[in-house]
């Protein structure tokens, strides 16, 4: 649930399935919209915290500080919700995830920009 008044999302600690997540993925590019990315493009993956992540059952992940419930990855250790939406482009498994970096310092309007998640073969 998204309060906006205070900017924060509140969590009520239950799990949302989501079965299009499962299973490994690996950062390959990050950009400012999901419209921007083009799998041909020479990708610019640049430094961050999620180089790869696994996406379990029950909203676990391989990160212990990680957990996830619907379209939303939360990091434990920074208190940060990210959304995240999953697209399929060319027949290639895609998961765009909202970098984080949120704060009051930013300027109205800001928006994060995204780390682009590749699907890894089973």
Known sequence: ELDTDAGRVLWDGRFV?????????TTVD?????????????????RGPLKEMTFKAGGK?????WIWSGDTLMD????????????T???VDYLFVEVGGFSLR???GWKTPLYV???QAE
């Open 89 to 91: 482009i060319g027949g």
């Open 61 to 65: 992940t391989n990160q212990r500080l």
């Open 117 to 119: 998640m590749k699907r």
């Open 106 to 108: 930013h300027p109205k």
């Open 17 to 25: 399935a989501n079965k299009a997540l499962l299973g490994s993925w």
């Open 30 to 46: 990050q950009v400012q919209t999901v419209d921007e990315f083009a799998p041909d493009r020479r990708a610019n993956p640049r």
């Open 76 to 87: 434990l250790h920074a208190n940060q919700a990210h959304r995240m939406t999953a697209k």
